[in-house]
């Protein structure tokens, strides 16, 4: 199976905000592609592109090399790949299923098993550089699972993907989602509450961005998710739903392993607040006005 690219088929299951860009990169690399999604115009849209239409997640493994998955959830991921017709109801032996989705490392592991014993290989292999990155084919690939396994895939990856580390066995891909995305939403608490620090003392937030994006203080999160704000432009390149049920993922993974995160919890707090205020559809750079409110609430605080 690790022959040309070109000689691979591909089967790929979820076509939403990720899915869908990443399947059409797949798609024009060549590569025989079988398509699969609870909504049918993406699916439309790729067969129209060229791709192959599968009528079930089981149609979509059952002649393929490599399968993938880009899915909201945990629950998701376990109807499609262990569902009646799911992935492991037809996959062929030595296939290797790919899931990008973003679950807890655990889950991942159960999933792994699963398809191991229907005669697959399974690799966890989440995703960073949200739907920009899906557009424009660069996004960073932590894959989890047997390296022979990823040498199959790792055509199909490229595809899509810039950077593509093999972090280790099965669960490590969700290890580093988890630890990226304690970063990232860290960072965008932390820049938040810098911006409006900097309002607060009528000093220019933008120039403060600017002179911060010189030194150390200079991050993607500083650069772009601050000029979002200072834009108040939240929308939504990674919802702030998804990144509330990624803080689930990275409390709950830390929690496992005695481990604390006292300066995340910030950040789960923010997204939560948005929420509860039904603005689970903005961007998760709208944590900045969950600290604009407070600050806000503060000032009028009688002293």
Request: aromatic letters at 2%; a neutral charge; hydrophobic letters at 50%.
């Given at each position: 199976m690790e022959g040309e690219a070109s000689d691979l088929r591909v089967g790929f299951v979820g076509l939403g905000a990720m899915g869908k860009p990443i399947a059409g990169h797949i798609l024009s690399h060549g590569l025989t592609l079988a398509v699969h999604s609870r909504s049918p115009g993406p699916v439309d849209e790729l067969v129209a592109a060229g791709a192959l239409r599968a009528a079930s997640p089981a149609e979509a493994a059952s002649d393929a090399d490599v399968i993938l998955t880009s899915l909201p959830g945990a629950q998701?991921?376990?109807?499609?790949?262990?569902?009646?017709?799911?992935?492991?109801?037809?996959?062929?032996?030595?296939?290797?299923?790919?899931?990008?989705?973003t679950i807890a490392p655990q889950t991942a592991r159960e999933v792994a098993r699963a398809v191991e014993s229907a005669g697959g290989s399974f690799l966890d292999a989440p995703v960073s550089g949200g739907t920009r990155g899906a557009m424009e084919g660069t996004l960073s690939i932590m894959?989890?699972?047997?390296?022979?396994?990823?040498?199959?895939?790792?055509p199909v990856l490229t595809a899509f993907g810039r950077t593509i580390v093999h972090v280790g066995a099965s669960g490590a891909g969700q290890i580093a989602k988890a630890c990226n995305q304690l970063v990232v939403l860290s960072a965008i608490q932390a820049v938040s509450e810098a911006l409006v620090l900097a309002r607060a003392a009528d000093v220019d937030p933008g120039r403060?961005?600017?002179?911060?994006?010189?030194?150390?203080?200079?991050?993607?999160?500083?650069?772009?998710?601050?000029?979002?704000?200072?834009?108040?432009?939240?929308?939504?390149?990674?919802?702030?739903?998804?990144?509330?049920?990624?803080?689930?993922?990275?409390?709950?993974?830390?929690?496992?392993?005695g481990v604390p995160l006292d300066g995340f919890?910030?950040?789960?707090?923010?997204?939560?607040?948005?929420?509860?205020?039904?603005?689970?559809?903005?961007?998760?750079?709208a944590i900045y006005l969950v600290v604009e409110e407070a600050a806000a609430a503060q000032h009028t605080k009688p002293r």
């Open positions: 998701e991921v376990m109807d499609v790949v262990l569902g009646g017709s799911g992935i492991t109801s037809a996959i062929r032996p030595g296939a290797v299923v790919v899931d990008l989705s894959v989890g699972g047997r390296a022979d396994a990823l040498a199959v895939a790792i403060v961005r600017e002179a911060l994006l010189g030194g150390f203080a200079g991050s993607r999160v500083l650069d772009a998710h601050g000029l979002r704000m200072l834009a108040r432009n939240f929308q939504a390149g990674g919802t702030v739903k998804q990144n509330r049920r990624d803080a689930d993922i990275v409390i709950e993974t830390a929690s496992l392993l919890r910030a950040a789960a707090n923010s997204l939560q607040a948005l929420v509860d205020q039904g603005r689970e559809g903005l961007d998760h750079s």
